[in-house]
């Protein structure tokens, strides 16, 4: 900003200085304006960058007692050093398993909770290591697959993304690594149905059923004596 007041206050003395020079004024006047513009479109693309954590897919409906699954992604438009998030879910719910995705960056350190963790939040964590530039990273990207299971018919469920309050907190980027960057954070809603049971035939009706069978053979008697 200090440079840009001393491109404007020269801008502005070397035009009062010759005012009678037209050429040297027009290129001022372009000076000027290519800055303007310049500086605007560094605050708005500052101000439009979106960086989200995203729950897919964000609804689904399952049966009682079944398995779900759920895909973790990122899509940041700022480069990130790393950082945490945590995943909370209701307690119909429960927590089978995480597994990174194979695709992910191999130089991102990277920490999952263990297989059936019961406690809650999970925390996930996740960093880049490497110092050759570009530092950071950033697009879109699958990180991994979040498997629980529908204990019960209920209320609808959620699977809800957020900030990491625990190590390794949350994420930063290499263009101010002492502020935390800014994120939006996905939910995913799980309907659970009941599991509707197929009738059995009772006992009763199998017996009709094996006895009215029997009534089309002959009997042994009469067979003995049709020979």
Same mark, same amino acid.
């Given at each position: 900003?200090?440079?840009?007041?001393?491109?404007?206050?020269?801008?502005?003395?070397?035009?009062?200085?010759?005012?009678?020079?037209?050429?040297?004024?027009?290129?001022?006047?372009?000076?000027?304006?290519?800055?303007?513009?310049?500086?605007?479109?560094?605050?708005?693309?500052?101000?439009?960058?979106?960086?989200?954590?995203?729950?897919?897919?964000?609804? /689904?409906?399952?049966?009682?007692?079944?398995?779900?699954?759920?895909?973790?992604?990122?899509?940041?438009?700022?480069?990130?050093?790393?950082?945490?998030?945590?995943?909370?879910?209701?307690?119909?719910?429960?927590?089978?398993?995480?597994?990174?995705?194979?695709?992910?960056?191999?130089?991102?350190?990277?920490?999952?909770?263990?297989?059936?963790?019961?406690?809650?939040?999970?925390?996930?964590?996740?960093?880049?290591?490497?110092?050759?530039?570009?530092?950071?990273?950033?697009? /879109?990207?699958?990180?991994?697959?979040?498997?629980?299971?529908?204990?019960?018919?209920?209320?609808? /469920?959620?699977?809800?993304?957020?900030?990491?309050?625990?190590?390794?907190?949350?994420?930063?980027?290499?263009?101010?690594?002492?502020?935390?960057?800014?994120?939006?954070?996905?939910?995913?809603?799980?309907?659970?149905?009941?599991?509707?049971?197929?009738?059995?035939?009772?006992?009763?009706?199998?017996?009709?059923?094996?006895?009215?069978?029997?009534?089309?053979?002959?009997?042994?008697?009469?067979?003995?004596?049709?020979?």
């Amino acid at each position: 900003m200090a440079l840009f007041t001393r491109i404007l206050f020269s801008v502005s003395g070397g035009s009062r200085a010759c005012s009678t020079a037209r050429p040297r004024t027009r290129f001022s006047g372009l000076l000027l304006s290519l800055s303007t513009f310049v500086l605007v479109g560094l605050f708005a693309s500052t101000a439009s960058a979106q960086n989200s954590i995203i729950l897919s897919p964000s609804m /689904q409906t399952v049966a009682e007692g079944e398995n779900f699954s759920i895909q973790l992604s990122m899509d940041f438009d700022e480069a990130t050093t790393g950082g945490g998030l945590q995943i909370s879910y209701d307690s119909l719910v429960s927590f089978i398993s995480f597994d990174w995705d194979e695709s992910f960056m191999a130089n991102f350190g990277r920490t999952a909770p263990a297989d059936n963790e019961a406690a809650q939040p999970i925390t996930l964590g996740f960093g880049y290591f490497s110092f050759a530039p570009p530092f950071g990273f950033s697009g /879109q990207h699958d990180i991994g697959t979040l498997t629980f299971q529908a204990l019960g018919a209920g209320a609808t /469920q959620f699977v809800t993304a957020a900030a990491s309050s625990l190590i390794p907190g949350p994420f930063y980027g290499p263009a101010n690594p002492s502020a935390p960057m800014t994120l939006s954070y996905g939910q995913a809603e799980i309907e659970i149905v009941p599991v509707v049971p197929v009738p059995e035939p009772s006992a009763s009706l199998l017996m009709f059923l094996g006895l009215a069978g029997l009534s089309f053979y002959p009997s042994a008697s009469k067979q003995d004596r049709s020979r």
